[in-house]
């Protein structure tokens, strides 16, 4: 079934650990983004990217980075996670149409504590 | 840069009753305006969404209107039921060709009461 895929869905590290969120999408989208938010609070923007070797950052400063070499793949790299970085991350895609809009389609989150 | 207003922040409505959640922008080059359903422990779903040269969409108790001169748009639940309890977010979205940038609203946290 075509759907956007993040993996892990819960994660516990200690501080200072670098971390990888993998996020791959089957829907053939271009578009992809990462959000961060705090359960059923606000939608914070961190990276973007319009296709392959295209990564952006968003309206949230962030200490993570991104990379797109793969069209379906867009992983979030942490490379010292911090207690303030405990959150939910929320990975989404959408399609390029012919107007430019289209809907965002989310993954189920990865939850993120760090102790 | 778009800055999206939502309110209110919660909302609670008896069984049956209507429910209004408003949204303005700032950018009037926003052309696209979807609002998103956000289950507690779930993914934020599209439940309706409205481009800029139509003023009203209905599917089925859900209804979005856009006012592009006031810039402002809001989302109508009609008979509401408890599976309608969730956050909702509107979004307005400015895109053109390959380029979209979406901005969410703030959420309305919506309870309704059996």
């Known amino acids: 079934e075509a759907d956007i895929y993040q993996t892990p869905r819960y994660l516990v590290i200690g501080t200072g650990k670098k971390i990888t969120l993998e996020c791959s999408q089957t829907?053939?989208?271009?578009?992809m983004y990462w959000y961060q938010q705090d359960p059923g609070m606000e939608l914070h923007l961190i990276h973007y990217?319009?296709?392959?070797?295209?990564?952006e950052k968003g309206d949230l400063s962030s200490e993570s980075t991104v990379s797109r070499i793969r069209t379906e793949h867009f992983p979030l790299t942490l490379e010292s996670a911090r207690p303030s970085h405990t959150s939910q991350y929320l990975c989404a895609s959408s399609l390029t149409t012919g107007g430019g809009n289209s809907p965002l389609h989310f993954g189920n989150g990865t939850r993120l504590t760090v102790t | 840069g778009e800055n999206v207003e939502q309110h209110p922040s919660t909302l609670s409505v008896q069984e049956g009753d209507s429910a209004v959640i408003k949204c303005t922008y700032s950018d009037s080059a926003s052309n696209y305006f979807p609002w998103y359903k956000q289950e507690l422990g779930k993914r934020p779903q599209l439940i309706i969404d409205i481009r800029s040269n139509v003023g009203e969409k209905k599917d089925q108790r859900i209804a979005v209107t856009l006012n592009k001169t006031a810039k402002h748009f809001s989302l109508h639940i009609t008979e509401t039921q408890p599976e309608d309890s969730a956050v909702y977010f509107c979004?307005?979205?400015?895109?053109?060709?390959?380029?979209?940038?979406?901005?969410f609203g703030t959420g309305t946290k919506l309870q309704v009461i059996p």
């Open positions: 829907m053939g989208h271009d578009k």
């Open positions: 979004a307005a979205s400015i895109g053109s060709g390959g380029y979209q940038k979406v901005t």
């Open positions: 990217s319009y296709g392959v070797n295209s990564t």
